[in-house]
């Protein structure tokens, strides 16, 4: 019998466990599954509320619906039939006080349409005369890394960067564009600049065409009726009963001739074969503590970040746009970075004359709004509401939401890092491999496919041994 263990009941480890026991079972392998997760629930970031009819996701609220690892997943679990996607809308950016529609044929800030971009009210004549250049100026030279703001204000300058590009791309990673890796995050801008040199014309080269119809086309984004912890609490449910035990840390590891023993914080030791670690890299340098090679995750920083949901009366919004929501220039006067009308753009997620908004405050520029108290996060969010909004009145509920310095930096240099603890695993600590939001992509579809491919790779090793 051969042992596997997997550290760590977020999505990922989640993800690597269900598919691991999917191939022990469809070749009946006489190998045995093991779930370890130091909190006392499974889901990590993913966590639901339902309170008066409303559905309120404390973490990620959805994912693109081209992300198949996520789609793949759900059709297997049998949960298809709680897809839903987002309803269209306008989308916007508030910069000073005024919000302005993001430009229709825009892709992640990037114009495609040079139209919709000279009749924006977002920049100034300056602004966009310095944008245009992308279409003049030579390629880079060729780079192992760099950052996203040093990568986009050469070929846009600072002005579409602030005031577009930075509000949408910032808030996927919840960081610093100027820290951020371009090839950790965004390697296929890179390429494109390579190839065609504009990245505008790259984009325009290899973007898929929108089919000429005036029929309304589908959102782009996929949630589950029931929230994400519909897809957590299946997951828990198809996995074997003696797989998971909660409220159990992983001290130590210590390989042996063959395999690995495990320290558990509950003071038992599992004999391990090969070892999945899904849990933040944080927790690297204690489990290895006899690797120096481990100090090298300490160099992946986090950041503080947390979300305000706000249930509301229709009639206590006074003035409400056409929309989905906004997110937030760093050259306006505001502390929340983004807000979502949940209830325009997931109707489900609130009940018929309700309003659900979801705002979100902290990141690299304001941490320690995270840390100030329940009173003190919400006056700052309905301030910066009402100077937006025009809301009457105090909310029915509020659920306050903090990720304390949860969010993994994919700064410059992430993937060299990366590939230095895996190179030295593969070399010195053969079995053992690594999977999460603190290596090859953070959102839930990034997170299940690295699982599955751990559970590939790991089952590959096993078999071979």
Same mark, same amino acid.
């Given at each position: 019998m051969k042992r596997i263990l997997i550290v760590g009941g977020g999505i990922t480890g989640l993800a690597s466990a269900f598919y691991a026991q999917e191939e022990i079972k469809a070749k009946n392998l006489p190998y045995q599954v093991k779930l370890v997760e130091a909190s006392d629930r499974l889901g990590g970031k993913v966590q639901t509320v339902h309170k008066d009819g409303f559905i309120i996701e404390r973490g990620p609220d959805s994912f693109?619906?081209?992300?198949?690892?996520?789609?793949? $997943?759900?059709?297997?679990?049998?949960?298809?039939?709680?897809?839903?996607?987002?309803?269209? +809308?306008?989308? &916007?950016? @508030?910069? /000073?006080?005024?919000?302005?529609?993001?430009?229709?044929?825009?892709f992640m800030g990037i114009p495609t349409q040079v139209k919709p971009f000279l009749f924006s009210s977002l920049f100034s004549t300056k602004g966009k005369l310095r944008a245009g250049l992308d279409f003049l100026k030579p390629k880079g030279n060729t780079a192992e890394d760099q950052s996203l703001g040093l990568f986009f204000r050469r070929r846009f300058g600072d002005e579409l960067v602030e005031n577009l590009i930075e509000p949408l791309l910032s808030g996927i990673y919840s960081g610093d564009i100027d820290e951020m890796s371009l090839m950790a995050t965004f390697p296929n801008f890179y390429q494109l600049?390579?190839?065609?040199?504009?990245?505008?014309?790259? $984009?325009?080269?290899?973007?898929?065409?929108?089919?000429?119809?005036?029929?309304?086309?589908? +959102?782009?984004? &996929?949630? @589950?009726? /029931?929230?994400?912890?519909t897809l957590v609490d299946e997951l828990e449910k198809q996995l074997d009963d003696d797989v998971v035990s909660l409220s159990t840390a992983v001290?130590?590891?210590?390989?042996?001739?063959?395999?690995?023993?495990?320290?558990?914080?509950?003071?038992?030791?599992?004999?391990?074969?090969?070892?999945?670690i899904a849990s933040p890299h944080k927790t690297l340098q204690k489990m290895f503590s006899k690797h120096d090679v481990f100090e090298t995750a300490e160099e992946i920083p986090n950041t503080s970040v947390a979300n305000v949901a706000l249930a509301f009366d229709q009639k206590a919004i006074k003035k409400e746009l056409n929309g989905t929501g906004f997110v937030v220039s760093r050259n306006s006067?505001?502390?929340?970075?983004?807000?979502?009308?949940?209830?325009?753009?997931?109707?489900?997620?609130?009940?018929?004359?309700?309003?659900?908004?979801?705002?979100?405050?902290?990141?690299?520029?304001?941490?320690?709004?995270?840390?100030?108290?329940?009173?003190?996060?919400?006056?700052?969010?309905?301030?910066d509401l009402r100077n937006t909004m025009k809301i009457k009145g105090d909310p029915?509920?509020?659920?306050?939401?903090?990720?304390?310095?949860?969010?993994?930096?994919?700064?410059?240099?992430?993937?060299?890092?990366?590939?230095?603890?895996?190179?030295?695993?593969?070399?010195?600590?053969?079995?053992?491999?690594?999977?999460?939001?603190?290596?090859?992509?953070?959102?839930?579809?990034?997170?299940?496919?690295?699982?599955?491919?751990?559970?590939?790779?790991?089952?590959?090793?096993?078999?071979?041994?």
């Open positions: 693109l619906s081209r992300k198949k690892p996520a789609v793949n $997943l759900i059709e297997k679990l049998g949960l298809s039939d709680q897809l839903v996607r987002n309803s269209t +809308g306008k989308s &916007y950016i @508030l910069v /000073g006080k005024k919000l302005h529609p993001i430009p229709p044929g825009s600049e390579q190839k065609y040199g504009s990245l505008i014309k790259g $984009l325009q080269q290899t973007m898929p065409k929108k089919p000429k119809t005036k029929k309304k086309q589908p +959102g782009m984004f &996929y949630a @589950l009726k /029931g929230g994400f912890r001290d130590h590891v210590e390989k042996k001739e063959n395999g690995y023993h495990v320290l558990l914080s509950n003071g038992t030791v599992y004999k391990a074969d090969a070892i999945i006067d505001f502390r929340i970075t983004a807000c979502t009308w949940t209830h325009r753009k997931w109707p489900h997620a609130a009940p018929e004359g309700k309003v659900l908004l979801r705002s979100y405050v902290g990141g690299p520029h304001d941490p320690e709004a995270v840390h100030l108290s329940d009173d003190e996060i919400v006056e700052i969010v309905l301030e029915n509920f509020k659920v306050i939401s903090r990720f304390n310095n949860a969010m993994p930096q994919y700064t410059v240099g992430h993937l060299e890092r990366i590939q230095k603890l895996r190179d030295y695993a593969a070399d010195h600590l053969p079995g053992i491999f690594f999977a999460g939001a603190s290596f090859e992509g953070v959102g839930v579809p990034d997170c299940i496919e690295q699982g599955e491919n751990a559970a590939e790779q790991l089952l590959t090793y096993i078999s071979g041994k």
